[in-house]
């Protein structure tokens, strides 16, 4: 499995300010993705994240809040934007050869954000 | 719509019993299942998983099943460790598909 190293691990933000968070690969990985864990909640995909292009969002989860970037197949950022209380949340990248029947998904260790 | 389901928030065993875990799934489209453990602050760990083409699937002290008439599949931890203690994942997906889709999770302790 691909070792996955996320940044920062944990923050306490302010209220209306942005945060980005890194996301690095040791090897080339097909796809990544970025999830959150709200407070005893699941865990919920945000978007997948596109090398070369835009990245592709779920419902609920729009570009202007968590812009993605993917320069290439090792790295990958997640800005949570305009941060509220309510995005405090764990993020986690997570990476595979794609998602489907037979494809293992693996998690970065996480990126534990409070929003005060 | 909650598509993959652990209608159980916790669960507590004794160190050497069985524990048993239950997912269930509404999405008829689901023909790949994977179990994840969680501890605290860090992000899940890849446990088990198994095709729809198998209705069990074993990896040491972890066996998945799958029934799909019932849309039910369970993790077995034979025998518990007070190491297993920890919050496991149940998630679902299909062919073609880009993501992965979790059930709430269960808690499980396990008590010496």
């Known amino acids: 499995s691909a070792v996955i190293s996320q940044k920062p691990s944990r923050d306490i933000c302010q209220r209306g300010t942005s945060l980005t968070i890194q996301c690095q690969v040791d090897?080339?990985?097909?796809?990544m993705f970025w999830y959150r864990q709200q407070p005893g909640q699941s865990l919920t995909l945000i978007a997948t994240?596109?090398?070369?292009?835009?990245?592709?969002?779920e419902s609920g989860f729009v570009i202007d809040k968590f812009p993605i970037s993917r320069p290439n197949l090792t790295f990958s950022t997640l800005t949570v934007s305009n941060m509220s209380p309510e995005d405090s949340s764990i993020y986690l990248c997570?990476?595979?050869?794609?998602?489907?029947?037979?494809?293992?998904?693996?998690f970065g260790e996480g990126s534990w954000l409070t929003v005060v | 719509d909650q598509q993959v389901k652990q209608n159980s928030p916790s669960l507590s065993v004794q160190e050497g019993r069985i524990s048993i875990l239950n997912c269930d799934y509404t999405?008829?489209?689901?023909?790949?299942f994977l179990w994840y453990k969680k501890y605290p602050a860090e992000g899940p760990t890849f446990l088990i998983s198994?095709?729809?083409?198998?209705d069990k699937n074993e990896d040491g002290r972890f066996t998945v099943f799958l029934n799909k008439s019932a849309k039910h599949l369970s993790l077995h931890i034979v025998p518990s460790q007070p190491g297993d203690s920890a919050v496991y994942f149940c998630?679902?997906?299909?062919?073609?598909?880009?993501?992965?889709?979790f059930g709430q999770g269960t808690r499980l302790t396990i008590n010496p």
């Open positions: 997570s990476v595979g050869p794609g998602a489907g029947p037979g494809n293992t998904i693996y």
């Open positions: 090897s080339q990985v097909t796809m």
């Open positions: 994240a596109n090398q070369g292009s835009e990245a592709t969002y």
């Open positions: 999405n008829s489209m689901f023909d790949y």
């Open positions: 198994i095709s729809s083409i198998k």
């Open positions: 998630a679902a997906t299909w062919k073609g598909a880009q993501k992965l889709v």
